[in-house]
């Protein structure tokens, strides 16, 4: 497993990312296309230009709205100079200039001595904001890599691990076939979107492929159709593959859960024995439709449980 939980991106990479996206120009400071942007919370300065120091937050990109351009451009000399001096003590990433607001002569100078990258863009405040945050979120977000298949079964996402060879990809095949989705096989990126919140994604290249041994690499978005694939789920419960050992002792009863620990994220797990003639796709689904019973409050195993004790207690 690989891990990155202090995710962060240069500003130059930002733009060659997401640069066409969000309509993203460079207007000002290249010197400091190497900054790097650490949260995703941005900033619209507001009062902080008036000289209220304790409201700025240096970490964050400042983000320069029709107001501020407007309250920038008529200060008196005095007043700039002390705003620009202000600005000029954070360690902003970028400053960016919403809705094809043309950058003011001083701002394009003070991008170009602070060595800070002043951007533009097209697209109006409110909108742009709420877009880039998203975007930022998901781009910065604690990261890990995994060995495994992730599938959709019925809205739930069921991450499917186990050694090589175990039959991870047969049996998301055998589940795609049932009319489920695949989202990644062989290496799943996981992101953690919020202390509880986990996302499975596939990589650029891989995705929509899997590997079949005997087959080789297949198509299931050309193969089964769009209807096959998903581009991200949430992930709500891990299954693990072993290999059938007569001598050990598996979960018959289910009234334990076991976890299963991701970037500090516990998620339900179960541990499926595989040998011939058992159905692996059929348990796997049959796992997701009992987490789908226990997130809408019911869980069989403890609801036969009550039951037995009140019988047992009866016949006494």
């Known amino acids: 497993m690989e ?16 640069g066409e996206k969000f309509g993203l120009k460079l207007a000002a400071g290249e010197k400091g296309l190497s900054n790097k942007i650490t949260t995703s919370r941005i900033q619209k300065p507001g009062l902080l230009l008036t000289g209220l120091k304790e409201k700025l937050h240096p970490e964050r990109i400042q983000i320069f709205g029709k107001a501020e351009i407007e309250y920038l451009n008529g200060l008196p000399p005095d007043g700039l100079r002390a705003t620009l001096k202000t600005l000029e ?3 902003t990433p970028c400053f960016i200039i919403t809705k094809k607001q043309k950058p003011l002569g001083f701002l394009l100078q003070f991008a170009e001595k602070k060595k800070t990258p002043l951007l533009t863009t097209h697209l109006t405040t409110s909108l742009f904001i ?3 945050t998203k975007h930022l979120e998901e781009r910065l977000a604690p990261t890990t890599s995994m060995h495994g298949v992730f599938v959709d079964i019925l809205g739930v996402g069921v991450l499917i691990l186990g050694k090589s060879g175990i039959g991870k990809s047969e049996c998301a095949l055998d589940l795609i076939v049932k009319g489920y989705r695949l989202i990644a096989d062989d290496a799943v990126i996981i992101k953690r979107m919020s202390p509880t919140l986990l996302f499975g994604i596939a990589s650029d290249i891989i995705k929509y492929h899997m590997e079949v041994r005997g087959l080789g690499i297949v198509n299931v978005k050309d193969l089964f159709g769009i209807t096959a694939v998903r581009e991200k789920k949430q992930m709500d419960v891990v299954v693990e593959l072993v290999e059938w050992n007569p001598d050990e002792e598996y979960d018959r009863l289910g009234f334990e859960e076991g976890l299963y620990e991701i970037l ?10 595989v040998s011939p003639g058992r159905s692996v796709a059929t348990i796997v689904e049959v ?4 987490q789908l019973l226990k997130i809408m409050g019911y869980h069989s195993a403890l609801e036969f449980k009550k039951k037995l ?3 047992i207690s009866a016949k006494k």
């Open 89 to 91: 003590k954070a360690d």
């Open 264 to 273: 500090a994220v516990k998620l339900p797990f179960h541990r499926i024995p």
């Open 309 to 311: 004790d009140f019988a």
């Open 287 to 290: 796992a997701a439709r009992n």
């Open 130 to 132: 709420e877009r880039f």
């Open 3 to 18: 891990q990155s939980d202090l995710a962060t991106i240069s500003v130059n990479e930002l733009l060659k990312e997401a």
